[in-house]
């Protein structure tokens, strides 16, 4: 037998009990139903890609992240390219692959979303909510050459859409534009081939505060007080209005605020309410691989958590593959770490492991018929139950009920079958009543689970 | 740039198009829906196992199969277990190994399931469906050292409800005992040492044909007159209730045939219609894992697809793990053979990319805002639509949508903006009537997609 300590699933490869996998489904269904309400449809890549695929698009600390796949026999019959075989450590290059072969057949612009896990080789760490497997679900517009602002503003709404109904709290969606950034920077002295690594200094402002991100560009070649007013500008408290009149009398007709105005415009039209986003200046976004729009999300109640939700504009997804320019614009959720860090913070709750509201107890054995035909009846009704077929005490059934996480418990005996009726039992304030076994489907529908 | 030939997806790891994957999410809808009517749960085990845990449970074939996973950089800071790492071949390992860690904390029976990919390093085959990666879809109910055949017939009833409601035509589940055939192989004088071969003879039985099952048997040693009889009474065209009874006449009160009445009296009590199953005597399942009800599924029509849904009963899942009996039955759909089979036999369509039934265009670009609101409003009334945001000619529009496949447009120029109506195109019919903006939710509601 295997020694007990090698039972547990790997470090940073979770097992989701089934009431974390009841709360992560019901996230996802949110997130689903609001990527198609907005005619998103699913693109499903497989798992497993080429090496060289994942390798010409995985930049910096990724590229020491990609997991091979080998077969582990080594007398197994190979397929011929088990050596090319790896694992996608997100949803965007599988996008950018998938779309370097079938951009003729598809529509543009392209949309579509992944919802589904991804593998990266790092160190786990459970408290940063760092896993070496982890659920992300993403949304892409790509465009054909082109493609336009009001998609960044579209992408915003949906965040805005899938937060509200999730129901945790208020956030503000934090969206800033690269190309104002440059267009900030230049105008601070910074030339062409310090943007980034001044870029790179603004992504840590949050982090490390105002006065050393002031020394941190200092350091760059920028003047202490242009500095200074630099940072003041980025973390102004002002309305996304005023911001917006603050960059049009600094910068003038810079691409960047024309497409950041189009953006907060169409914000209004989506129906997002002013509460969930503003225009924030200091959102940098590490990776160069965003070129205007960038978005972070955060819970007014809990910055702790970090961005629940980021993204941006990207020049051109597939040039690795093809030479055919393809912009597009993208948000993606880190599902596992937003879900696991929610339900320690105890805005989610992971309390009960019964994804059905009532169970049906089997108190007489003899009677086994009349209790599967009322599950039968319930569950074409459209009311979830189990019905529990052990023959065991009816105590053991209601305490397996309570520990399962039940709300319900559906208890008939010999006094009630005879009289054709049912003890609807609440396994929370332990009321009882009893109904007729025609008005259980209607009782059980209008519970609240 | 990377060769073009190298921007597929690896053989045998397939790309789901937007089309093929909004018909696995409606399928996996309605499985998903049935499992969880019937109380059962969601688990979710990770992709990645030890593979110690994989190799002890892996028997057969699958052992040459396994996947290991390694950090592709050898410069790489390896976490330590990196050699350790291997991906799961099927759902049932991992709950085994799940249940050996949790099996104190959890209320028993435990009801799961299991949605999601798993990979083997098979020589993939489309003609045959055979890939490395796909989709299954398994439920089981283990107990805590037993559990009651009842569990078996709720098993099959789910998978009728599933069927039932996906309406792919007429199926029937097969349904056996190993233990009965166990005893009617005894009975025909095949000792305790050949019963495992003759059931592999046996599983082959509809493939090579009566004569050649025959003959096989009389090579096990069994008399030819005697295995005659035997292909015949396991082939015989009989009722379930005279299969029964026959079997009730031969082999008397032997355990399987109990449990089989067992399962079978259940099944009109979970709301079987009668044709949708029958006991089918030859059905063996070629694993010896199985010990008990065993079950495949064929679509009436389809024979050639064979079993699209299959399982049974088990004595003991996690013995590799834990000295604890865990009895258990299951049964696993093969989500991805059977999807594709399903739309390559034109009896599941997947001839539409759009997830949405209405494309909202925007033809007079200084009224974006009419447009943006409308697809607000339409979304906010639950009706997924999409909204056309690059600056085109409204007959690209229009193509766009009859490309992508949408069934509606809704269309606004000049003179039904001015009189805020709306013009609601059917794109097959080429049919189309003007509606006010407040009727367009509720028309689009009732439209089927």
């Not at 609001?34 to 693109?43: D, I, K, T, V």
């Not at 509460?275 to 590490?286: E, F, K, M, T, V």
Request: proline share 4%; aromatic share 6%; charged share 25%.
């Amino acid at each position: 037998m295997i020694p007990k300590q090698l039972l547990t699933s790997p470090s940073g490869f979770l097992d989701l009990s089934p009431a974390e996998a009841i709360a992560q489904s019901k996230f996802l269904d949110i997130v689903r139903r609001r990527f198609e309400r907005a005619g998103f449809s699913p693109l499903e890549t497989p798992l497993v890609e080429r090496e060289a695929v994942l390798a010409a698009k995985g930049e910096g600390e990724i590229s020491t992240q990609i997991y091979g796949l080998r077969l582990l026999n080594p007398d197994a019959e190979a397929v011929g390219d088990e050596k090319e075989l790896a694992v996608r450590f997100d949803h965007t290059v599988p996008l950018a692959r998938y779309l370097a072969t079938h951009s003729r057949e598809l529509p543009f612009p392209f949309r579509r979303y992944a919802i589904g896990p991804v593998l990266r080789g790092e160190k786990p760490n459970m408290s940063k909510g760092r896993y070496r497997q982890f659920t992300q679900a993403d949304i892409d517009v790509i465009g054909d050459g082109a493609l336009s602002p009001l998609h960044d503003a579209e992408m915003a709404a949906i965040i805005s859409d899938i937060f509200t109904e999730f129901n945790i709290g208020s956030f503000t969606i934090r969206i800033n534009n690269r190309k104002v950034l440059s267009a900030l920077l230049a105008k601070a002295g910074i030339g062409e081939e310090s943007v980034a690594s001044a870029m790179r200094i603004i992504d840590r402002l949050e982090k490390v505060g105002r006065g050393k991100t002031a020394e941190d560009l200092e350091a760059l070649g920028m003047p202490a007080e242009v500095a200074r007013e630099l940072v003041e500008a980025l973390t102004a408290e002002r309305s996304s209005a005023d911001t917006l009149k603050y960059l049009e009398g600094h910068l003038g007709d810079e691409p960047g605020v024309t497409e950041l105005r189009i953006v907060i415009e169409a914000l209004k039209d989506f129906g997002v309410p002013d509460a969930n986003y503003r225009i924030d200046l200091s959102i940098a976004r590490g990776l160069e691989y965003y070129t205007g729009t960038v978005y972070e999300t955060r819970l007014d109640a809990h910055p702790d958590l970090g961005s629940i939700a980021s993204g941006g504009r990207y020049e051109d997804l597939a040039s690795a593959y093809i030479d055919r320019p393809l912009p597009g614009v993208g948000i993606s959720i880190g599902v596992t770490r937003l879900l696991l860090r929610l339900i320690g913070a105890g805005l989610v709750l992971a309390d009960t492991s019964a994804v059905a509201p009532v169970l049906v107890t089997t108190a007489e054995r003899a009677y086994l018929s009349t209790y599967l035909r009322l599950a039968t009846e319930l569950r074409q009704a459209g009311v979830p139950c189990e019905v529990y077929l052990e023959d065991k005490a009816l105590d053991k059934q209601l305490h397996f009920a309570d520990r399962k996480g039940y709300r319900y418990a559906l208890i008939a005996q010999m006094e009630q079958i005879v009289g054709g009726r049912w003890i609807l039992r609440d396994l929370r304030s332990g009321e009882q009543r009893e109904l007729a076994a025609s008005d259980l489907a209607a009782e059980l529908s209008n519970e609240s689970r």
